[in-house]
C-alpha cells in the first residue's frame, strides 16, 4: 500500500485570524506549513501517492505543493465546488480513478500531526482485516486534577492526565468496499463508523505516540511548543513516548 487520501477541505473557522487568508492545513508550523510536515512523514513510511481533498482557498495548497516532486511525492487534487462534509469527501476520492480499488488505502486528516508509525497500523489492518480500522488515542483531561482520599484529604496533584477513555485520532486504513457505507455528503463518524462497530467490522488501533489536532489558536500554541520539545528531544537522542502495542497484534 502507497496511496493516502488526506483531508484537507476545512476552513478552521475557529482558528481564525490565521484562517483569514489560508486554509488550516497550510498554517505554518516552525516554519513549514502543517501539511508539509504530514507529507514528509507519509513519504518516510513508503506513502508516495497521495490525493488531497480540498475545498476552501484550494489554490494556496495546490500552488505550494504543484504535483508533488518536489516533496518526492505524487499529489493528484479533488476540489469540492460544495462542501461534502469528510465522509462526502472520502467517498468522492474512494470513487476516483486515482484511488486503488483492489487495496485498502490510508486516509487521514490535514489538521494532524503525529510520529505515529504508520506502516505498523497497515500491518495490524492487514492481519485482522476488518472493513475499517481506526487509530486511537488517549484522551487527555484539559487540566490539572486534585486526588482526593476518603478523608477528604487532599493527597496529589496531576497536570493534564491522560484518562481512561480513547478518541478517534483522524488516521484510519480503509477497504475499497467501505465506499458504499460512507454518506454522499456528512460525517462518517455520525452513521458510518457506529454501524461498522455495531457490524464488527471496525477495528481500533490504540497508541500512546506523539500526536496533535490543530482545532484552535490554543492547540496551534501547543503544537508549536510540542514540535520544538520534541525536536530537543531527538536532538538530545532521548526516546519518545513508548507506543502502546494493541492487543492482538
Known amino acids: 500500500m502507497e496511496h493516502v487520501i488526506i483531508l484537507c477541505g476545512g476552513k478552521g473557522e475557529r482558528l481564525r485570524p490565521f484562517t483569514e487568508d489560508k486554509p488550516k492545513c497550510m498554517i505554518p508550523v516552525l516554519g513549514n506549513p ?13 506513502f508516495k501517492k497521495m490525493t488531497l481533498c480540498c475545498g476552501y ?11 508533488g516532486s518536489s516533496h518526492s511525492v505524487q499529489i493528484n487534487y479533488l476540489i469540492e ?7 462526502g469527501a472520502l467517498k468522492q476520492a474512494l470513487k476516483h480513478s486515482s484511488v486503488p480499488k483492489d487495496e485498502p488505502v490510508l486516509a487521514m486528516n490535514g489538521d494532524i500531526i ?7 497500523v497497515v500491518r495490524y ?11 486511537t488515542v488517549p484522551l487527555r483531561c484539559d487540566y490539572g486534577i486534585i486526588e482526593i482520599d476518603e ?6 496533584f496531576r497536570e493534564k492526565p491522560e484518562l481512561p477513555l480513547w478518541v478517534n485520532a483522524g488516521i484510519y486504513v480503509l477497504e475499497p ?17 457506529p454501524l461498522l462497530a455495531e457490524q464488527g467490522l471496525l477495528k481500533a488501533y490504540p497508541t500512546q505516540s506523539f500526536w496533535k489536532a490543530i482545532d484552535t489558536a490554543k492547540d496551534l500554541n501547543e503544537l508549536r511548543n510540542d514540535c520544538e520539545q520534541l525536536f530537543l528531544q531527538s536532538f538530545l537522542q532521548t526516546d519518545f513516548a513508548p507506543e502502546l502495542t494493541p492487543s492482538g497484534k
Open 34 to 46: 502543517l501539511l508539509s510536515l504530514q507529507i514528509k512523514l507519509l513519504s518516510l513510511h513508503g
Open 57 to 67: 482557498k484550494h489554490e494556496l495548497i495546490q500552488d505550494y505543493f504543484g504535483d
Open 81 to 87: 465546488e460544495t462542501p461534502l462534509g469528510r465522509g
Open 114 to 120: 503525529t510520529n505515529l508509525a504508520l506502516s505498523s
Open 125 to 135: 489492518h492487514r492481519k485482522h482485516k476488518p472493513l475499517a480500522t481506526i487509530v
Open 151 to 156: 478523608s477528604m484529604n487532599v493527597s496529589a
Open 177 to 193: 468496499e467501505i465506499v458504499d457505507e460512507l454518506p454522499d455528503k456528512g460525517d462518517h463518524e455520525v452513521g458510518t463508523f
